[in-house]
């Protein structure tokens, strides 16, 4: 992860500008030179300090450490530990020593004297320092200090999520992500698309580890980013990604991977032969047709390979001798659906007439299968919702997805971004 230097690096020019207190002048030079309060030192902390300046001139890093390890005992004010603290900061910067700049940047916090821009980049620092040397809690507790103080750097958020997330907090790391991403948004800042990926990294590892009680709230937290991921980047290869993210945390059976797969070929995210053969797999016993669309748009894509001896084209023999029988079958199907005591025969012929791409026949007939009861209704609200958006009825497409419950519900969510964020490129 990339530290933020430029944090590091602002805390030293504001180092050396405030570094040069009037340890050594007369009271008429002690004014504070950067509009700060007078500065008034207890005398021993001033003379250890101003000869560990001079020492610090000449590159004596010995004799300067000597001397601010003699005023630290003589410390009385806010003042003495700020003008200490600046002091040691910079012997530690000089040797390249981190315990020294971070016993410098302590003193300075504590002391409340550092300035508002001062003190963000002195917390930022500390929680950096922190998570280097992998004390995560106390990374959380000084970032997330700073953020407080008002710094925004970017880097940030990376750094306390994954700081929760090394001390075993991965619903809290997901939780602050997730709000953050809400709170650019809403600043109508952009939000970085590493953060995304960080959460849905963070879900993806958390999958099958997480415990019984923390791995619901985690798929959903991780599921609500990957959203929001590809809502900002809707590009084929983030919607496809997003989908197997979904897949792998839900561990979707067969009945649902279908539903997704679904959703990937209409934002065009069927990228792989694996993924059409699969789908083709999924559907050929029932819906032969949908299956030999799959394959053929696969093959004129270059994607799936239908000469010689393979799966595919083993598939597509098959349902392609059973294409006429079914489509045929359809008339008489609807007519007996429409009369039946209960809907499944109505969800099943819906299936079959979506699988012609007959859209609004199937659209109609879920919502028989609905009304007439005796059906899963999630799945055939999911299904009459993806039948209206593919028939161009977005709005109703939009009510039916937000319908939706249970398993399926993140499916129809996704599918309501992607009505509102069509696949780019």
């Known amino acids: 992860m990339r530290t933020p230097s430029s944090l590091a690096l602002a805390l030293a020019l504001a180092a050396a500008g405030l570094a040069q207190p009037a340890l050594a002048r007369d009271k008429k030079q002690d004014a504070d030179q950067q509009g700060q309060a007078k500065i008034k030192l207890t005398p021993a902390v001033q003379n250890n300090l101003a000869a560990a300046q001079t020492a610090l001139k000449a590159n004596d890093f010995a004799t300067a450490q000597v001397k601010v390890d003699a005023a630290k005992p003589a410390m009385a004010t806010d003042q003495d530990r700020f003008y200490t603290g600046q002091v040691e900061y910079q012997i530690g910067k000089g040797k390249n020593d981190d315990a020294l700049q971070n ?36 990374a959380v507790q000084k970032l997330q200090a700073a953020q407080q103080a008002g710094a925004d750097d970017p880097v940030l958020v990376p750094m306390i ?67 929001k991921w590809v809502a900002a980047y809707p590009t084929k290869s983030n919607w496809h990604d997003a989908l ?61 390979n239908l000469t010689g001896k393979n799966d595919a084209t083993e598939v597509l023999g098959i349902v392609k001798g059973k294409v006429a029988a079914d489509k045929a079958s359809l008339p008489a199907a609807e007519k007996s659906a429409r009369v ?14 979506a699988g012609y791409g007959e859209w609004a026949k199937a659209a109609d007939l879920y919502k028989v ?48 971004v992607h009505l509102d964020h069509p696949t780019q490129g």
């Open 369 to 416: 299968a609905i009304d007439k009861g005796g059906v899963d209704v999630p799945t055939a609200t999911l299904r009459m919702g993806w039948a209206q958006a593919m028939a161009g009825d977005t709005a109703a497409a939009k009510t039916s997805f937000g319908a939706v419950t249970g398993v399926r519900k993140p499916i129809a969510q996704f599918w309501m």
């Open 244 to 304: 197997v993210i979904y897949s792998t945390q839900y561990k979707a059976p067969t009945d649902v991977q279908v539903d997704v797969f679904r959703l990937m070929r209409a934002a065009g995210a069927l990228t792989s032969d694996a993924d059409y053969r699969e789908y083709a797999e999924d559907v050929y016993l029932r819906y032969p047709n949908e299956a030999k669309t799959v394959l053929e748009e696969g093959n004129s894509k270059g994607i799936v």
């Open 340 to 353: 039946a005591a209960n809907g499944k025969s109505a969800q099943s012929t819906a299936d079959a007439f």
């Open 161 to 227: 999520v994954q700081s929760m997330q090394n001390s075993g907090q991965t619903v809290q790391a997901l939780q602050t992500l997730n709000a953050a991403i809400d709170s650019n948004a809403q600043a109508g800042k952009p939000v970085p698309s590493e953060w995304y990926q960080r959460g849905f990294s963070i879900g993806y590892q958390a999958s099958g580890k997480a415990s019984a009680a923390d791995a619901p709230q985690i798929a959903e937290l991780t599921s609500d980013i990957t959203r």
């Open 103 to 138: 016993d410098g940047i302590d003193l300075m916090v504590q002391s409340g004297q550092a300035p508002a821009t001062m003190q963000r980049q002195l917390l930022s620092v500390q929680g950096q320092n922190a998570y280097n040397a992998k004390n995560f809690p106390l």
